[in-house]
């Protein structure tokens, strides 16, 4: 109800007044005379049990406090004293606050999963949202960890992804669509359970796993690995994927003995350093404990639901070959990417630990499988680039964007330019240097020390 006399006069009372939407909703409202006695007020109004469950979520609210003080005045007359009232008031905007809390949780489920090349996240959201509107088909074929097209999905645009990383893909698929917290809890204390029928293969783990994990851990990580069917099922899935984020790391921080979290140490590397610092056995843990906790503060501001989109674990230069001979699937609006620099790194083998869990090979192996390796062939890697952007440009939309991140390295530059403009010839260039800053790129990430020129974006467009 609106104040009268000395209170409307009250600063952040008359500010709140003035405001039109509270303007509003005062002309909607049943206004208290000074004429009106407590029981016919009474009579007005509803009983909290009476009101039925509603849908209705309000604007905005105000809260308003006020307390009353009585002060004895000295050198008055006996008894002399003086009262005041103060008065606290805030205006909240409900359309705020469930943006922000939504803004908090996706944030929490957007930066699940440890991933060496990947968007920052900020970068991905500012991209998409200059570069596409509402409804617009965007197209990632080399997605991470899925930054670009998580983005996308929460900025309400359509989204088509390509991963040939298993880990990837998973961490993906898990934060677009996890399952329900009962039932992630619920498998994982069923794969707990069967933990126990693995004990006499404890003895045939090699020393590396005998030093890296704990016994109860080792046969819980055993279990996951023969019984989680994570490529089909969502509950599945999403357990994996939370033991895949929390299979090594910093002792109290991961399952494992002291290890990086964002990289798999080297098989033999690992066991001597163990040994020669100190760490000649692994941290007592019980898996079950461990994760459930996890578990619990993952899921505690909610889960996303992020949809129209769609991802493939493939291999990007086979499989958008298949989906752009659709008559369907010129639709899309902006490419964005950036590709694997050439020479850098080895992604399966810098993750060879997660990918063992994921039914791979018990030590680091180099892969024979097409681009799955480290890129040394100057000539398979422009291949790669060209089977990729051919395909994708009989996808795109005549008046598209073009937007992909690459090293600033002269080969990796030049021949991801070379590649763009011959499948995009109606488009204009344009280049964006990236220099150094507190997120480090990708050849910083894995060791090499020396100056680096940076990340170069390539973008082309057409009017």
């Known amino acids: 109800m609106p104040f009268e006399n000395e209170f409307a006069s009250y600063e952040p009372l008359r500010r709140i007044l003035e405001n039109p939407k509270v303007k509003a909703l005062q002309n909607r409202l049943k206004i208290r005379t000074l004429t009106e006695s407590h029981e016919e007020i009474q009579k007005r109004l509803t009983e909290l049990s009476k009101i039925k469950p509603s849908d209705f979520q309000p604007d905005l609210i105000i809260a308003i406090d006020g307390s009353h003080h009585e002060v004895k005045i000295e050198n008055g007359f006996p008894g002399a004293e003086i009262g005041y009232i103060t008065v606290a008031s805030v205006l909240l905007f409900l359309d705020k606050v469930r943006e922000h809390s939504k803004e908090e949780f ?28 509402l409804g617009d088909y965007i197209i990632d074929p080399f997605f991470g960890r899925g930054t670009s097209i998580i983005a996308a999905s929460v900025l309400e645009r359509k989204s088509l992804g390509i991963e040939i990383n298993p880990l990837g893909w998973l961490y993906t698929q898990t934060k677009l669509h996890p399952a329900s917290k009962d039932r992630v809890l619920s498998k994982l204390d069923e794969i707990n359970d069967y933990s126990h029928k693995y004990k006499d293969e404890l003895k045939e783990q090699s020393r590396f796993f005998r030093l890296c994990f704990c016994d109860d851990v080792l046969k819980f990580l055993i279990s996951a690995r023969k019984n989680l069917n994570w490529k089909k099922s969502k509950v599945d899935a999403t357990l994996m994927s939370f033991i895949l984020v929390y299979l090594h790391g910093k002792i109290g921080e991961g399952l494992s003995n002291q290890m990086k979290m964002t990289k798999s140490m080297g098989y033999n590397y690992s066991i001597e350093w163990w040994l020669k610092n100190g760490y000649e056995k692994p941290p007592v843990i019980n898996p079950s404990e461990f994760l459930k906790k996890r578990i619990e503060w993952r899921y505690e501001k909610g889960k996303p639901n992020l949809n129209h989109n769609k991802i493939f674990l493939a291999d990007a230069s086979t499989k958008l070959n298949t989906i752009s001979q659709k008559a369907e699937s010129k639709k899309y609006s902006l490419l964005f990417t950036s590709p694997p620099y050439w020479s850098i790194t080895n992604y399966h083998v ?24 480290r890129f040394l062939s100057k000539q398979k890697y422009m291949e790669m680039l060209q089977s990729v952007f051919a395909s994708t440009a009989k996808m795109m939309k005549r008046k598209s964007i073009i937007y992909v991140r690459t090293d600033a390295r002269e080969f990796t530059f030049n021949i991801t330019k070379e590649v763009l403009q011959r499948n995009f010839p ?38």
């Open 426 to 463: 109606n488009h204009k260039l344009q280049i964006k240097k990236q220099p150094l800053n507190s997120h480090k790129t990708q050849t910083q990430l894995f060791g090499d020390k020396s100056e680096k020129p940076g990340e170069v974006d390539i973008i082309l467009k057409r009017n």
């Open 106 to 133: 996706i944030s929490r489920w957007l930066r699940f999963g440890p991933y060496y090349a990947m968007f920052p996240m900020e970068f991905a959201f500012k991209v998409i949202e200059k570069y596409s509107e």
């Open 350 to 373: 810098d993750q060879w630990l997660r990918l063992w869990l994921l039914g791979g090979a018990p030590r680091p192996t180099s892969l024979t499988e097409n681009n799955k390796g």
